[in-house]
C-alpha cells in the first residue's frame, strides 16, 4: 500500500450530526465520496452528468476503470483507496443555545430547548478543531498522483458537514499552498475583522455592546444578493435597517415582475398606495422618481404568465415563516419532486487569526452554464425552468417558475456594480447602522474586483 498524507487545518465550525462522539470530527465517509466525485469531474469534466453517463465515461477511461473498487455497486463508481483521519488538536464542542444561533447564521426554524431530551437528535452544536492529520493509503501510486494534484483545489471548492455553501465546514491542507490562488476559482473576497468598531452592534434590548460573528456577516451580505434585509426595531412599528433585495433589480433590468410583488398582489397582502405612501415621505430622491428609486415598490408590468421566482434562483427555501410570512413552495413536477435546491454561491472563509478571516466566494466552478445539478436519478435535480405551486398559510394557487436560464457570474457583476453605481441604493436614513457600514465596506472592497 502506497501513502499519502497531508494535515488539514480547519478554518471555520463544522455542524456536525454526530457531533457528541468523543472522536467526532469532518467524516470520512463524506470526505470519500466527495473527492469520488471531484477525481471524475475534474478529470472528466463531467460535472453535471447524470450516473449513467459518468458510469461510462469511467469505465471507458483504462486508468479510472482499473482504480475502481469493482466490489461496489458500479451505479456509484468509488476508487480503490482508504481515507484514515486523526485528530492532532483537541476538539472543542459548542452547544449553542437559541440566543446564540443567529451567531452562526441558521436560517431555519430550530425546536425548543426542551425537546432535545435525546442528545443524538440535537442538531444546534459544532465543532471547532485546530489540526486533522489525512491519510489515504492505494495499492495504486499513480491513483495516489492524481489525488494529489487535484486535492488543493478540490479543499478550496468544498465544505463539510450541514450549511456548507454559507463557509461551514472549510478545512484546508497546510502543506499546499494553492489558497494563494483561491481568486481563480472563486472570484471575489472580503476581509472581516472580529474587532474593527464597525463589526460592533448594539443589542437594543439589553442595551449592551457584542461583535458581529463571522456567519451573521456572511448572512448579512448574502441576504443582500437574494432576498433582502428588512430588520424591525422591538415594538416591530418600523425598520431599523432595510435593504431592497439586488435580485430584484436584476429582474427589473430584464423587465421582470418582482416575485414578491406578486405574492403580495395574489394574496392581497399590500397595495401600490400604501406602499407609496410608507416611502414618498421619507425620500427626497423617491418624490422625485418613484419608479426608479431603489426602495419603491412600483415595478415594471409583466404578464402573469411571464412571472418568475427570482429570491429563490439562489438557493429554494420550499418553506418560508418569517415576518408574517407563511410560504410553502411545492414542485408541480409529476415525478422527481424538487423539495431542496442548495445555493449555487459558495463561502470559503480562510482565518487569518484568531479573530480575523479573508472570506471568498463566488458561482460553483463546477457548475457549467446551465446549472444543472444533478439526473433525475439524483435527489436534486435541474431546478430552472420549473414550475411551484406559492401557497399563503396553505391556502392559494398561485404558480411561477423558475427562469428557464440564469447566468450566475453576470448576476454577481450585476449586484456590485448596481450598488456601488447607486448613492442612494441604502436609504440615507439607514446610514448610522452597523448594518450599513458592514455592508457598505464589503461592497467598496468588492468593487475593484469585478471583472
Known sequence: MYTLEFTLKQH????????????????????KSALDKFIIGERLKCWSCDQTERLKMVIADEKFNKWLKHSVKPSNPSFDYDIELIVLAPSIKKIL?????????????????????D??????????????????????????????????KFFLLKNFGTRQSKGFGCFYPIE?????????????????????????K????????????????????????????????????????????????????????WDKKAIKNEYKLGSDAGEDTKWKGKSTAYKSDPNNFPLGYKDSKSKKDERHIWRDILGLSSLENAGGWKLSKDHNGNEHKITRFKSPIIFKPFKVNENQYRVFFGVDPTLNSQFKIGAKNNS???????QF?????????????????????????????????????????????NEFHIIDSIYKQLKLQVI
Open 97 to 117: 443555545q437559541v440566543s446564540e444561533l443567529k451567531n452562526y447564521g441558521f436560517f431555519g426554524n430550530q425546536p425548543n430547548e426542551d425537546s432535545f431530551k
Open 176 to 200: 499546499k499552498h494553492e489558497y494563494l490562488q483561491t481568486q481563480k476559482n472563486l472570484p471575489y473576497y472580503f476581509d472581516y475583522n472580529r474587532d474593527n468598531i464597525e463589526y460592533k
Open 380 to 386: 436534486e435535480a435541474e431546478i430552472l425552468g420549473k
Open 12 to 31: 471555520s465550525p463544522i455542524i456536525h450530526f454526530q457531533y457528541f462522539l468523543s472522536d467526532a470530527t469532518l467524516r470520512s465517509t463524506e470526505l
Open 202 to 257: 448594539i443589542v437594543h434590548e439589553q442595551k449592551t455592546l457584542k461583535h458581529y460573528e463571522l456567519f451573521e456577516v456572511i448572512k448579512l451580505f448574502y441576504n443582500t444578493l437574494r432576498s433582502g434585509i428588512n430588520i424591525p426595531n422591538h415594538n416591530q412599528t418600523d425598520s431599523v435597517f432595510y435593504f431592497k433585495s439586488l435580485m430584484w433589480a436584476y429582474a427589473k433590468s430584464k423587465n421582470e415582475h
Open 389 to 433: 405551486n406559492v401557497k399563503f398559510h396553505g391556502n392559494g394557487n398561485l404558480k411561477l417558475k423558475y427562469p428557464v436560464s440564469f447566468d450566475y457570474s453576470d448576476y454577481l457583476k450585476f449586484a456590485i456594480n448596481t450598488y456601488n453605481s447607486t448613492p442612494n441604493w441604502i436609504e440615507n436614513t439607514y446610514h448610522v447602522s
Open 119 to 152: 442528545e443524538e437528535k440535537f442538531k444546534k452544536a459544532v465543532i471547532e478543531t485546530g489540526l486533522i492529520k489525512l491519510t489515504i493509503k492505494s495499492p495504486y501510486i499513480e491513483l495516489l498522483g492524481e489525488i494529489d494534484k487535484i486535492i488543493a
